[in-house]
């Protein structure tokens, strides 16, 4: 591995080797404190078209510490073929930022252990989330342990293969929530923002709709599950122990998580079997058509616990946002909380019979589409513009990824 020109910085090369997601963090906590958390305004927020106005300008000459240029030098000695390393590298950077986003959730809500250490537990938050599930907070747990070990696996496995392995520790510059629970050590080390979410919960209805699938009709609008989070941001998680005090509040953050966990896994659930269609090496396409189906899961899971949602209104104290968690147990198919179950729906061609299936599975611009959608969603609101660049120069590597190439 030596030999292949990688370069580490010392918090993504810690992480292959162990459970937490980043070592160069402790797992111990500090003192409970009550700092205020900055909640940053909404002029913030990335839209898809700044998005792809700014982030492809910027190009890989903007990105410091030679991340594309190690990038670049380990092709020329890896086994993998460019397109098949770009096909993993891809993933490997989304798996660590999802499991930094679950360690935040894990330190709050789940279940403190030497498998996911680093939090204490917020009792306020976790009781607002057991609400929908008793058992939510192993659930958290397993998630999170789950996503540590994708990414830590991804890059390990590129790494072997003489091929560079994606990096993030340069960007872990988010603040974070300052609540009782976190890992003192990580505040405002954090790579991803929870606090200002715009989710769009459409994924709900299109996986009930029997006569649409995006892959044939991009066109279809589907429904909104929680039609306003798709306005405006929310925050998942208590910022500060201010955000415990009151119950209504501190049950619509909970449930703005419980629609936040189901809304990112259904991003890998469709990401993964298309990307494998890109593979070229068998052993590529072993690993990306294992790993999907567990995000499946996940997915499954969570959209069955988020129908559970108790019904509510909040206005944030904070930001003035008004939240409403309608009452998803009702007669119509499109929105009734128990149907977590696909639905046969059109697949290649709507004059074959419909099939229940994943959706969407459509390889062109499936990465470029992900980082879009997770950058709209507001999971990386106060991050550099570097970061933008890398993640843009990866996702455009892995949508050039052709089989036989």
């Known amino acids: 591995m ?25 797992s ?19 839209n898809r078209r700044s998005f792809l106005s700014k982030t492809i300008a910027l190009g890989a000459g ?32 989304l798996e660590i930022l999802e499991a930094d986003f679950w360690i935040q959730y894990n330190e709050l809500a789940g279940v403190q252990d030497a498998e996911v250490p680093g939090g204490s537990g917020n009792d306020a938050y976790t009781e607002a989330l057991a609400m929908l599930d008793e058992d939510m907070a192993i659930y958290v747990h397993d998630n999170t342990d ?9 890059n390990a496995y590129l790494v072997s293969k003489g091929a560079a392995p994606a990096q993030l520790g340069q960007f872990r ?6 609540a009782t629970g976190v890992n003192r050590n990580l505040i405002g080390k954090r790579l991803t923002n929870l606090t200002q979410l715009t989710l769009d919960t459409s994924w709900w ?34 910022r500060t122990d ?40 068998h052993e590529v396409l072993r690993i990306l058509i294992s790993i999907g189906p567990t995000e499946t899961m996940h997915f499954q899971t969570w959209s069955d616990k988020a129908g559970n949602a108790p019904a509510l209104t909040a206005v944030d104290p904070v930001t003035g946002v008004s939240v ?47 980082l879009e959608f997770l950058t709209n969603m507001g999971l990386f609101i106060g991050q550099s513009a570097a970061f933008f660049a890398y993640m843009t120069q990866l996702a455009q590597e892995a949508d050039a990824a052709r089989r036989g190439f």
């Open 205 to 238: 209805t299109r996986y009930r709709a029997t006569f649409h699938n995006p892959d044939l009709d991009q066109n279809h609008v589907y429904p909104q599950a929680v039609p306003s989070l798709a306005v405006h941001q929310h925050t998942a998680i208590p």
């Open 173 to 178: 510059t988010l603040m974070g929530s300052t």
């Open 2 to 26: 030596a030999g292949a020109g990688v370069c580490f910085d010392s918090a993504d090369m810690k992480t292959m080797n162990e459970t937490t997601l980043d070592n160069s963090h402790t």
């Open 146 to 154: 789950d996503e540590i070990s994708h990414h830590q696996f991804l």
């Open 242 to 281: 201010a955000d415990t005090t009151d119950s209504n509040f501190l049950q619509a953050i909970a449930n703005t998580a419980a629609f936040h966990f189901p809304t990112i896994e259904q991003g890998g659930n469709s990401l993964y079997p298309s990307l494998a269609q890109r593979a070229t090496d």
């Open 28 to 46: 111990q906590n500090g003192q409970t404190e009550n700092a205020e958390a900055k909640v940053r305004s909404s002029k913030n927020g990335i």
């Open 324 to 370: 409403t968690f309608p009452d998803l147990d009702v007669p119509n198919q499109l929105l009734k909380k128990n149907l977590i179950m696909p639905e046969p729906c059109p697949f290649l061609s709507p004059n074959l019979p419909r099939c229940s299936i994943i959706r969407p599975t459509n390889t062109q611009h499936v990465a470029m589409k992900t």
């Open 62 to 93: 903007t990105v410091g510490a030679g991340l594309l240029s190690s990038i670049r030098a380990a092709e020329v000695s890896s086994s993998l073929s460019p397109g098949d390393a770009a096909l993993l590298r891809f993933p490997a950077a």
